[in-house]
T-cell receptor
Framework: GAGVSQSPSNKVTEKGKDVELRCDPI?????LYWYRQSLGQGLEFLIY????????KSGLPSDRFSAERTGGSVSTLTIQRTQQEDSAVYLC????????????????FGEGSRLTVL | GEDVEQSLFLSVREGDSSVINCTYT??????LYWYKQEPGAGLQLLTY?????DMKQDQRLTVLLNKKDKHLSLRIADTQTGDSAIYFC??????????????FGQGTILTVHP
C-alpha cells in the first residue's frame, strides 16, 4: 500500500500473555520508529531503526519490550508478559531520514495498534 | 535534555485565531514540526520550519520560532470546526547533517466551538 500499515488495529489480551504488533513501512523508507500513546501521556518514543545501524532502544520501558526489523522493512514490536499499564495505542512511523538534505525528515504514521490488557 | 512542553488544552470560537505554544530544551535541532492528529487516526505532518528561520507562513498557518528562548508557536487563522484535533510539536535531535529521532510534546487538544 501507499502508507504505513499496522496490524492488528485492535488487540485485547490477558495480563501475562505475549503480544506481537506488526508494522509495514512505506517502501524505500530507511527509518522506522515505534511510539506509544497513552491517554494524557502524549507520544512516548520507544525505539528507532535507521538503515543498517544499531537501533536506538533508549525508549523501551522494560526488558519485556523488544523490537526487530527484518530485511530493513517490516518491523515487529513484541511485549512479553503484558501488564495492564501496557495498554495504549502503539504507533509506527517511517521516514526517508538520512544525512545532508534528504527532504525534511517528515514522519509518516500508521493508524496504530490499540492494545488493551485485561 | 530533550523535553518538549505544550499546554494540554485550547478552546476557541469558529473564526477566531488559535495560537498553540511549545517550548523545548534541545538547541541542536535541524527541523521543528507541527503534527496534527484527528480522532482515531495517526499523526500527519501539518507544517515544519527549518531551524535557521524565524517565521514560516503557509495559507492559514503561521509558525514562529524563537531560538533564543527555544519557543515555537503555531497560529491558525480563521479557525474552523474541522481544525479540532490534537496538535503535536516535535523536533529532531541529531542536528547537523542527520535527522535522528523526533521528540514530541504531549499534544494540545484544540476544540473549536461553532
Amino acid at each position: 500500500g501507499a502508507g504505513v500499515s499496522q496490524s492488528p488495529s485492535n488487540k485485547v489480551t490477558e495480563k501475562g500473555k505475549d503480544v506481537e504488533l506488526r508494522c509495514d513501512p512505506i517502501s524505500g523508507h530507511t527509518a522506522l520508529y515505534w511510539y506509544r500513546q497513552s491517554l494524557g501521556q502524549g507520544l512516548e518514543f520507544l525505539i528507532y531503526f535507521q538503515g543498517n545501524s544499531a537501533p536506538d532502544k533508549s525508549g523501551l520501558p522494560s526488558d519485556r519490550f523488544s523490537a526487530e526489523r527484518t530485511g530493513g522493512s517490516v518491523s515487529t514490536l513484541t511485549i512479553q508478559r503484558t501488564q495492564q499499564e501496557d495498554s495504549a495505542v502503539y504507533l509506527c512511523a517511517s521516514s526517508l531520514a538520512g544525512t545532508g538534505g534528504m527532504g525534511t525528515g517528515e514522519l509518516f504514521f500508521g493508524e496504530g495498534s490499540r492494545l488493551t490488557v485485561l | 535534555g530533550e523535553d518538549v512542553e505544550q499546554s494540554l488544552f485550547l478552546s476557541v470560537r469558529e473564526g477566531d485565531s488559535s495560537v498553540i505554544n511549545c517550548t523545548y530544551t534541545d538547541s541542536s535541532s535541524t527541523y521543528l514540526y507541527w503534527y496534527k492528529q484527528e480522532p482515531g487516526a495517526g499523526l500527519q505532518l501539518l507544517t515544519y520550519i527549518f531551524s535557521n528561520m524565524d517565521m514560516k507562513q503557509d495559507q492559514r498557518l503561521t509558525v514562529l520560532l524563537n531560538k533564543k528562548d527555544k519557543h515555537l508557536s503555531l497560529r491558525i487563522a480563521d479557525t474552523q470546526t474541522g481544525d479540532s484535533a490534537i496538535y503535536f510539536c516535535a523536533h529532531d535531535t541529531a542536528g547537523g547533517t542527520s535527522y535522528g529521532k523526533l521528540t514530541f510534546g504531549q499534544g494540545t487538544i484544540l476544540t473549536v466551538h461553532p
